[in-house]
């Protein structure tokens, strides 16, 4: 599959651990957010999203979390398993895009022992 | 339905060749996206469309255009391929919903210039 995982910023964790991703993102006027994981060889798939009006969501598993005050993104996976690993994206909405385009951030790669 | 699916997979190209890299999706989705993925880096947005005859510059559109002449198609063409051009590139696309997160990506097309 394709390699996206040189030069990330790596977690390694066993299997059972709780897992926390960070992401520092670059517009305070940003309204919207969203963690994407992306499995070698594929595109990015959705996990979560939060607006700039909250500060914490939770899905299966997973929780995000964000402070706007230092333009800070967290998403923790509880009882990550080996399937979690992948590399996790955090995505914005900067203004004005009209909410028709997405700003990535760089990713941290997950590596999951058993 | 297929999805979103890309054409080819993997491709080399010389320094100064031209190519096209296929892209459709077969959900009827209004917006389409072309991105491109270096190593260790998240995505950057090169072109997107908000539907057929629409198309707008992203992040980094230098050296690609576009065309959309059907909702289900949205070629991206490199015209005089450079080393710089050497990437990973997805093309996305999504539902006229306020759900941007709810982008579909392709498996992707794996380019080398040399």
């Known amino acids: 599959g394709e390699s996206v995982g040189l030069h990330l910023p790596t977690l390694s964790v066993q299997e059972g651990d709780n897992s926390i991703i960070n992401c520092a993102y670059s517009?305070?006027?940003?309204?919207?957010f969203i963690w994407y994981k992306q499995e070698s060889g594929k595109g990015p798939q959705f996990i979560i999203d939060?607006?700039?009006?909250?500060d914490k969501r939770q899905g299966q598993r997973v929780t995000v979390l964000l402070n706007k005050t230092v333009k800070h993104l967290s998403l923790q996976i509880a009882a990550t398993q080996p399937g979690d690993s992948a590399v996790y994206f955090c995505?914005?909405?900067?203004?004005?895009?009209?909410?028709?385009?997405?700003?990535f951030g760089k990713g941290t790669m997950l590596l999951v022992s058993p | 339905n297929a999805g979103v699916t890309q054409t080819p997979k993997f491709r080399i190209l010389k320094i100064g060749q031209s190519m096209t890299l296929q892209c459709a999706q077969d959900?009827?989705?209004?917006?389409m996206y072309w991105y491109r993925q270096d190593p260790g880096m998240g995505l950057k947005l090169i072109y997107y469309?908000?539907?057929?005859?629409?198309?707008d510059k992203g992040e980094v559109p230098n050296g690609y255009n576009v065309s959309r002449s059907t909702t289900e198609d949205f070629p991206l063409r490199l015209e005089l391929a450079a080393p710089s051009q050497t990437s990973v590139y997805f093309c996305?696309?999504?539902?006229?919903?306020?759900?941007?997160?709810?982008?579909?990506f392709g498996p992707g097309t794996r380019l080398t210039v040399t």
């Open positions: 939060i607006r700039s009006n909250m």
């Open positions: 469309s908000v539907g057929a005859g629409i198309t």
């Open positions: 995505a914005e909405i900067p203004p004005p895009s009209g909410y028709s385009t997405l700003t």
């Open positions: 517009n305070s006027a940003s309204d919207y």
């Open positions: 996305a696309s999504r539902p006229t919903t306020d759900r941007i997160y709810e982008q579909y």
């Open positions: 959900m009827n989705h209004n917006y």
